[in-house]
């Protein structure tokens, strides 16, 4: 039995972190998150690269063009939405998380989903570092693991498929 598995080891990965700036009260503790998280696992910061962008619904082509660009060997997703008493919130998560997995999915390199869909905004702050953990530093772990894992899957004979 062959098992393989990725690491979370940082050192020389480059990485693009998109954070929306909508709840961004919420948002800068996720982007504080993953950047302490990727500097602790040995990412020199010259090798994160942040993005902003309005809101979650445009996070997805931020990531596609970062993953697309070839600076990046990762692409992490970050935002906050928040359920209110309309529909847009269903709207603005569902199209956020097809349009991230779509870019991840035609870049052939991880593009991670680290948005925090909650019904209330103390779920929010509970998951952007207080009670829940934090969501950023969960998607940049598993950012470094993916990447990790992607190059220990071509360096055993596994063909890195093209977009």
């Not at 503790?29 to 994160?48: F, M, N, P, S, T």
């Not at 660009?69 to 008493?85: E, H, N, P, Q």
């Not at 052939?108 to 779920?123: L, N, S």
Request: hydrophobic fraction near 40%.
């Amino acid at each position: 039995m062959k098992v393989i598995k990725g690491n979370l080891k940082a050192e020389g990965i480059r990485f693009s972190i998109v954070c929306s700036r909508f709840n961004e009260f919420v948002t800068q503790q996720l982007l504080d998150g993953a950047v302490d998280i990727l500097l602790r696992h040995g990412a020199a910061e010259k090798d994160i690269k942040i993005v902003w962008v309005p809101g979650a619904f445009e996070v997805p082509y931020a990531a596609k063009k970062l993953a697309d660009g070839g600076g990046s060997d990762a692409v992490i997703c970050l935002g906050a939405v928040v359920r209110g008493d309309t529909p847009h919130f269903d709207y603005i998560a569902s199209e956020s998380a097809k349009g991230i997995a779509q870019a991840s999915l035609s870049s052939g390199i991880p593009v991670i989903y680290g948005i925090i869909t909650a019904d209330t905004m103390e779920q929010a702050v509970e998951r952007s570092g207080s009670k829940a953990g934090n969501k950023g530093r969960e998607s940049a772990m598993t950012a470094m693991e993916m990447v990790n894992l992607y190059r220990e899957l071509d360096s055993n004979g596994t063909e890195k498929k093209s977009a």
